[in-house]
């Protein structure tokens, strides 16, 4: 159930993911070539046709990204060369909703530690959604997750990378 859930709501953005993946692959590689790391993330935004990165401090990005200071903006197509012997930059992008402006990720790296507060079914459902796309997300093929307590439906969806527990007693150091 939760694999066609996966299939069925994942497929209209399959295209625009793999467009962010290449982009941001295409960003790490601009900036392993100039020997740094690239800037630090710490939200995007994905709009039909194009992504804008939201930097944590002001930064000069490489062509063809386009912006000034925090903000740069790249189109989405295929254009951009499939960068395969780059590590992902922001492994922990995920996404955290949408609007008119499209849909909005968040580094979680960045970020640290994360709360979530509120509606506990809503809460819990995003702390679900997130799993989810932390072990299905190709930026995030080096991430391994670990749920505990909750998302027992969500184990099939990668057994290598996403492991559940139902309580914090049945972890091993």
């Given at each position: 159930?939760v694999e066609?859930?996966?299939f069925?709501?994942?497929?209209?953005?399959?295209?625009?993911?793999?467009?962010l993946n290449?982009?941001?692959?295409h960003l790490?590689?601009a900036?392993?070539?100039?020997?740094?790391p690239?800037p630090?993330?710490l939200?995007?935004?994905?709009?039909?046709g194009?992504?804008?990165?939201?930097l944590?401090?002001?930064?000069?990005?490489?062509?063809?990204?386009?912006?000034s200071?925090?903000?740069?903006?790249i189109r989405l197509?295929?254009s951009?060369?499939?960068?395969l012997d780059?590590?992902?930059?922001y492994p922990?992008?995920?996404?955290i909703g949408?609007?008119e402006a499209g849909v909005?990720l968040?580094n979680?790296?960045q970020?640290?530690?994360?709360?979530l507060?509120?509606?506990?079914?809503?809460?819990?459902?995003?702390?679900?959604?997130?799993?989810a796309?932390l072990?299905?997300?190709p930026?995030s093929?080096l991430?391994?997750?670990?749920?505990?307590?909750f998302?027992?439906e969500l184990a099939p969806l990668?057994?290598v990378?996403?492991?559940?527990?139902r309580d914090g007693?049945?972890?091993?150091?």
């Amino acid at each position: 159930a939760v694999e066609k859930t996966v299939f069925v709501a994942g497929a209209p953005l399959t295209a625009p993911i793999e467009q962010l993946n290449r982009a941001l692959n295409h960003l790490a590689a601009a900036y392993a070539n100039a020997g740094r790391p690239p800037p630090a993330l710490l939200t995007a935004t994905l709009a039909t046709g194009s992504v804008t990165l939201r930097l944590v401090h002001d930064g000069e990005l490489p062509q063809p990204w386009t912006g000034s200071g925090r903000e740069w903006t790249i189109r989405l197509d295929d254009s951009l060369p499939d960068e395969l012997d780059v590590l992902p930059p922001y492994p922990m992008l995920v996404t955290i909703g949408c609007d008119e402006a499209g849909v909005h990720l968040v580094n979680l790296e960045q970020l640290g530690i994360v709360a979530l507060s509120g509606d506990p079914d809503r809460t819990i459902g995003l702390a679900r959604h997130i799993a989810a796309e932390l072990a299905l997300n190709p930026w995030s093929t080096l991430v391994e997750v670990t749920v505990i307590g909750f998302g027992d439906e969500l184990a099939p969806l990668d057994q290598v990378r996403l492991d559940h527990h139902r309580d914090g007693n049945q972890i091993v150091p």
